[in-house]
């Protein structure tokens, strides 16, 4: 059973009876229905036309399921005419599927939640472990996703702006968590920038190439995480960088600033920069500058203020970072990071072990813990 194939078949099956009338959930439940059926019949006698076979058994799948639901009788005259199997083209329509699993009605969280189960084929327990949260508050999460789209017509999918924020929130899923989908969230973001011409759908593109630039330098061997100061440069992908400046100067060249082609601006800084210490932090300050403005976000804030620390002195970021509720996630690392550039090792150490409890994932915690050990072991010494 080519478990890969059924995967890449998923979203355009998806697509297809949402297109025919199935309202999202139900159409969901009928994929999964018919991936179940494949598995089951597909060893012993696999078909010719994989996807034609799976939108064929879906639809009967709807097909049951709907009629069986007295509350959905008067749309039977238009779901009774089942279309004739046969072959089905070959397209990708993920990116559609994106734009109708980030419908209005959903928040941002529901939607990359709705859009990892539906699109990604990943299991309610592979999300729930991918967000640290248990699988059951996961499975609620996607549950009221469903009910809020169920019976919704998809004629009127998600704007651009909700497109966006759910690949750059399945990106950073990707990129960080133990979930791969950066590679694919960049693939389905260079589709949008081929058929829409806005300067925050390249702005996104550029920092996702920016960021995974770096990607291979991000572990060590050990799996332990290597902060972007202590990263070989020579392992970063040039070719990656050179292509999301490009795609960035030309973004920004059209004056109407975003805060993605703002994130990306300040990667570039820091891809720009041979060595950290040659890190043009005055002016990555002034885009986090820029960034707050447009979005007011805590997490920038305390981004921005361990920029200051860095250009102006751990002195003036510890100032900033005062500014900042103390219950941000890593604003504790924020703190001890600051503390000891500023000499003051004991109570980095003490915030070390602080943070490193509050880690949003295992390979920070290791860090954050091995960097308390580190300033222990100098103090007691």
């Known amino acids: ?16 009876l949402v297109r025919r009338g199935a309202d999202f959930a139900a159409a969901e439940d009928a994929v999964q229905d018919a991936l179940v059926e494949a598995v089951r019949v597909w060893p012993a006698d696999p078909p ?3 996807k034609g076979w799976l939108v064929t058994v879906a639809w009967r799948k709807f ?5 069986s639901d007295t509350a959905r009788r008067r749309r039977e005259d238009r779901i009774e005419e089942e279309p004739a199997p046969g072959p089905t083209p070959a397209v990708d329509d993920t990116l559609q599927l994106y734009f109708l699993c980030a419908h209005p009605s959903l928040t941002p969280s529901s939607a990359v939640a709705l859009t990892l189960r539906a699109v990604g084929g990943l299991t309610t327990r592979q999300i729930a472990q991918a967000y640290l949260v248990p699988e059951a508050t996961m499975a609620q999460r996607i549950s009221r996703a469903k009910r809020t789209v169920s019976g ?12 966006l924020r759910v690949l750059y929130l399945v990106f950073n899923e990707g990129y ?30 550029a920092l996702m190439l920016l960021h995974h630039a770096r990607r291979a330098s991000r572990t060590a061997p050990d799996g332990g995480l290597v902060p972007l100061a202590e990263q070989d440069r020579t392992r970063w992908d040039t ?13 920004l060249a059209r004056d109407r600033l975003g805060e993605f082609q703002a994130q990306a601006a300040i990667a570039a800084l820091h891809a720009d920069a041979p060595t950290a210490g040659e890190t043009d932090w005055v002016q990555i300050v002034e885009w986090y500058d820029e960034l707050a403005r447009l979005t007011d ?23 900033a970072l005062a500014a900042i509720e103390d219950s941000l996630p ?4 924020a703190a001890a990071y600051l503390h000891e550039r500023a000499g003051d090792p004991t109570t980095a150490a003490r915030l070390y072990a602080e943070a490193a409890h509050k880690a949003p994932n295992l390979a920070e915690r290791d860090y954050l813990t091995r960097q308390a050990a580190r300033l222990n072991s100098r103090t007691r010494h």
Do not use: K, Y
Request: proline share 5%; aromatic share 0%; no cysteine.
């Open 1 to 16: 059973m080519d478990e890969a194939l059924l995967r890449s078949l998923t979203p355009s099956v998806l697509t297809v």
């Open 48 to 50: 010719r036309d994989a």
């Open 63 to 67: 097909l049951d399921a709907t009629r």
């Open 152 to 163: 919704v017509r998809f004629d009127q999918p998600g704007d651009v702006a909700t497109v």
């Open 176 to 205: 960080s968590g133990d979930v791969d989908l950066a590679a694919e969230a960049i693939r389905l973001t260079r589709q949008l920038a081929a058929v829409i011409d806005h300067p925050e759908v390249a702005g996104l593109l």
């Open 239 to 251: 070719a990656a960088i050179a292509e999301g400046v490009r795609i960035l100067q030309t973004a």
């Open 297 to 319: 976000s805590p997490v920038v804030r305390l981004n921005r203020a361990v920029a200051v620390g860095e250009a102006d002195g751990p002195r003036a970021g510890l100032a």
């Open 330 to 333: 890593r604003h504790t690392a």
